[in-house]
């Protein structure tokens, strides 16, 4: 399995600020997922960070809002602007590989906005 | 549409006691099955898969799930509980023909109690 790492592990945001957080996996991946978790939830995707290219965002998350950069097969971003509230969750990576079927997680963010 | 559903928000059980964690799926074609735990303030962790072939399916720290057809179930079980296994549990399924994306059960909660 893949060694997932995210920064920060968690932070505390003025409302109005964006926060980017960063997700570093120690081999090459085919696909990469950024995930919300709020409080007591499931998981949601946001979207699929595809390399080179702009994400694939799922219903309800704009590109505005959640802007995904995967500049290569082992890194990805995702920032989360103009922060409300609302925005308090866990912010999860998840990462899969081309021809095997489990996806893998990082610890997560997680993010409180006050 | 698609859906997981895990009927028990919360399961509780005494250590040394068997446990069984449900999850239902409503998917088209052929499944693929998961669980994933999620300890306190971590990220998820990979338990155990079904893709294919005998239903019973082992998986790490000693639990198993086994996947049922005719009542499209895949329950999550342990012949013994610790309480080290308390616990968040997801169950998730992937239809063989989507593109790695996972729908996600509501999660249960599983308290051990000594």
């Known amino acids: 399995s893949a060694v997932i790492s995210q920064k920060p592990s968690r932070d505390i945001c003025q409302r109005g600020t964006s926060l980017t957080i960063q997700c570093q996996v120690d081999s090459q991946v085919t696909m990469m997922f950024w995930y919300r978790q709020q409080p007591g939830q499931s998981l949601t995707l946001i979207a699929t960070a595809n390399q080179g290219s702009e994400a694939t965002y799922e219903s309800g998350f704009v590109i505005d809002k959640f802007p995904i950069s995967r500049p290569n097969l082992t890194f990805s971003t995702l920032t989360v602007s103009n922060m409300s509230p609302e925005d308090s969750s866990i912010y999860l990576c998840?990462?899969?590989?081309?021809?095997?079927?489990?996806?893998?997680f990082g610890p997560g963010t997680r993010l409180l906005v006050l | 549409a698609q859906s997981v559903a895990q009927p028990e928000d919360q399961v509780n059980v005494a250590e040394g006691n068997p446990l069984t964690v449900k999850c239902t799926y409503s998917?088209?074609?052929?499944?693929?099955l998961f669980w994933y735990v999620q300890y306190p303030n971590r990220g998820l962790q990979f338990l155990l898969k079904y893709i294919t072939g005998d239903n019973l399916v082992k998986g790490s720290y000693g639990f198993e799930a086994e996947f049922n057809k005719s009542q499209t179930s895949f329950h999550l079980k342990k012949p013994s509980a610790l309480v080290s296994d308390s616990a968040l549990y997801f169950c998730?399924?992937?239809?063989?023909?989507?593109?790695?994306?996972?729908?996600w059960g509501a999660g249960t909660k599983l308290i051990i109690k000594p």
């Open positions: 998917v088209s074609g052929n499944p693929y």
């Open positions: 998730a399924v992937r239809d063989q023909g989507s593109n790695y994306q996972l729908i």
């Open positions: 998840s990462v899969g590989y081309r021809g095997k079927e489990t996806q893998y």
